[in-house]
T-cell receptor
Framework: NAGVMQNPRHLVRRRGQEARLRCSPM?????VYWYRQLPEEGLKFMVY????????ESGMPKERFSAEFPKEGPSILRIQQVVRGDSAAYFC????????????????FGEGSRLTVL | TQLLEQSPQFLSIQEGENLTVYCNSS?????LQWYRQEPGEGPVLLVT?????EVKKLKRLTFQFGDARKDSSLHITAAQPGDTGLYLC???????????FGKGTTLSVSS
């Protein structure tokens, strides 16, 4: 399967625990994006990363949330001390390069990780 | 303020009917994309429109990009239950930045 792989598909955490969501981009893609989706709120941009660099984290909450995309291995979205409001579907997407004059920036999405905080 | 406004938010129709959903903005986009998302799945790209006034057809789906590149529409002819899903439009505010999505139109087609 050469698509974007996310795991786990479902994750249940109690308030105060940590959640780690993983994303392996499509082969050859070095740009990774994380989005959060709540019912009737569409996809909210969180963070955009390239290998070893955070390019844009303007959509990421200032506290408890962090993301990385190391040289080797998947991208990880980490949520510390989860609260019930963190319950959502988290989608990862990848692209070979960002939107530019020569590329319109289509995204390839994974199937998402659904976090439930009890 | 939502950069991309989609309407209607919900649409429930019978099989065989035609429908149009809209994606509007006060900003100019170099391109807009339409995605379709089914329950429990990630969004899947349907089409990218690039040129103002452009019309693209994908079987029974017709996509149009406004002349001023601020809006787009998706028209479905003779809708089928398999068209059921969330239709999302997306665009990048500027080159090199991440895609921003509208809230989507949830379409339900019943047989």
């Amino acid at each position: 399967n050469a698509g974007v792989m996310q795991n786990p598909r479902h994750l249940v955490r109690r308030r105060g625990q940590e959640a780690r969501l993983r994303c392996s981009p499509m082969k050859g893609h070095s740009h990774v994006y994380w989005y959060r989706q709540l019912p009737e709120e569409g996809l909210k941009f969180m963070v955009y990363l390239q290998k070893e660099n955070i390019i844009d984290e303007s959509g990421m909450p200032k506290e408890r949330f962090s993301a990385e995309f190391p040289k080797e291995g998947p991208s990880i979205l980490r949520i510390q001390q989860v609260v019930r409001g963190d319950s959502a579907a988290y989608f990862c997407a990848s692209s070979p390069r960002p939107p530019s004059s020569g590329y319109t920036g289509e995204l390839f999405f994974g199937e998402g990780s659904r976090l439930t905080v009890l | 303020t939502q950069l991309l406004e989609q309407s209607p938010q919900f649409l429930s129709i019978q099989e065989g009917e035609n429908l149009t959903v809209y994606c509007n903005s006060s900003s100019v986009f170099s391109s807009l994309q339409w995605y379709r998302q089914e329950p429990g799945e990630g969004p899947v790209l349907l089409v990218t429109v690039v040129t103002g006034g452009e019309v693209k057809k994908l079987k029974r789906l017709t996509f149009q990009f406004g002349d001023a590149r601020k809006d787009s529409s998706l028209h479905i002819t003779a809708a089928q239950p398999g068209d059921t899903g969330l239709y999302l439009c997306a665009g990048a505010k500027q080159a090199g930045t991440a895609l921003i999505f509208g809230k989507g139109t949830t379409l339900s087609v019943s047989s």
